[in-house]
């Protein structure tokens, strides 16, 4: 359905992808993860024709959407990050604009039958006669989705759809994508993890305008929950204790955190994918004679996974924001 091929987007000096390919079949709800800046509203504006790209090429439905714009565009519906509104338009003749932009039969009855549809179907069927301007964001948001639906597109694009909205809004407009899921192939960008894994069946993670990951959303569950973490603390010298844990090969990375007792040292240590770290270390500090004091251990989160992914693998606490979470813990060691 479609096929991104070695896409580059050059912005003069700055690379802002760099040579992506995938593809994505019908019927397939695709994330785009990535931190602020990774590329992914770049990638959707050169799938949607609304850039072009500086090299590669998009083949929507089989239509290239360089070379076949019309053709190709007929069957996306996007909903972009920053979406403009004539808001001092009633939602129907909003829609009904929009309708005639995607050459939609001009038939009364049959325009305002589909329209009525479309609101149903994303919850504004009693705001037709509201102006814009005087809807909350969230039934803008319901809007914006509506005018994406109004060519009842084959692949439904939604850029960070439910940033700003309230806690219940977002819950109704994940829904929405999930319904959308079973007519359109969807691609949904965002930054947050746990909204990507909310609705989708695949993830595909961008950093620095590179793939870094394309699987099954349940893959990288796994492969983040694979890697466990542990916590330790130990009497000695902070500098040796690391020397110590770097000699060991099932680990991938060794965090120092702040000293808490005098004369003992602490440290955050990662083990690679499936391995449980806890008794090489042990016996490693123990034969080094540094006796250790505490030792707790816990899955590495999908947060954790994510951080690794994207380079910036620190221990994170909590939270769905990986990239308020990177800042926070800027200055890791591996
Ligand atoms: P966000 O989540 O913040 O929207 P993103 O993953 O969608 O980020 P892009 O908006 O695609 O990322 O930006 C990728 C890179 O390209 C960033 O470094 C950005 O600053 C840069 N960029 C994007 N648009 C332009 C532009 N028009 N001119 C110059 N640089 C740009």
Not at 161 to 188: A, C, F, M, N, Y
């Amino acid at each position: 359905m479609l096929e991104v091929k070695d896409l580059v987007k050059k912005y003069g000096d700055k690379t802002a992808i760099d040579g992506l390919s995938f593809h994505i079949d019908s019927g397939e709800v695709v994330g785009l993860l990535g931190l602020n800046g990774a590329g992914k509203s770049t990638t959707m504006n050169c799938i949607t024709g609304y850039i072009a790209p500086t090299k590669g090429t998009v083949t929507v439905d089989g239509h290239d959407i360089l070379k076949e714009p019309a053709k190709a565009k007929s069957v996306i519906g996007y909903l972009p990050e920053v979406f403009s509104f004539y808001s001092d338009m009633k939602v129907s003749e909003y829609l009904d604009f929009v309708c005639d932009l995607k050459g939609f039969p001009r038939q009364q009855k049959l325009r305002k039958e589909h329209i009525d549809r479309i609101c149903a179907q994303t919850g504004i069927r009693d705001l037709k006669g509201r102006l814009i301007r005087n809807l909350s964001k969230g039934y803008r948001q319901r809007v914006g989705f509506a005018q994406a639906l109004i060519n009842d597109p084959k692949v439904l694009i939604l850029d960070e759809p439910t940033v700003g909205l309230d806690p219940s809004q977002i819950i109704e407009i994940r829904q929405l994508i999930r319904e959308s899921g079973k007519e359109s192939t969807v691609i949904v960008s965002s930054h947050i993890l746990t909204e990507i894994q909310a609705i989708c069946s695949r993830i595909i993670v961008i950093h620095g305008g590179r793939i870094a990951w394309d699987g099954p959303t349940e893959q990288l569950l796994l492969a983040g929950t694979g890697r466990k973490e542990i916590t330790i603390r130990g009497k000695g010298d902070a500098e040796a204790a690391k020397a110590v844990l770097a000699e060991l090969s099932c680990i991938e990375q060794i965090t120092p955190l702040p000293e808490q007792e005098e004369g003992a040292f602490d440290f955050a240590v990662t083990g690679a994918v499936g391995r449980d770290i806890r008794e090489e270390v042990f016996c490693a500090f123990s034969k080094a004679g540094m006796p250790l004091l505490q030792m707790s251990s816990r899955e590495a989160s999908l947060e954790n996974m994510f951080l690794h992914l994207t380079g910036r693998d620190e221990p994170v606490s909590g939270g769905d924001e990986p990239a308020d979470a990177a800042a926070k813990q800027e200055g890791g060691e591996r």
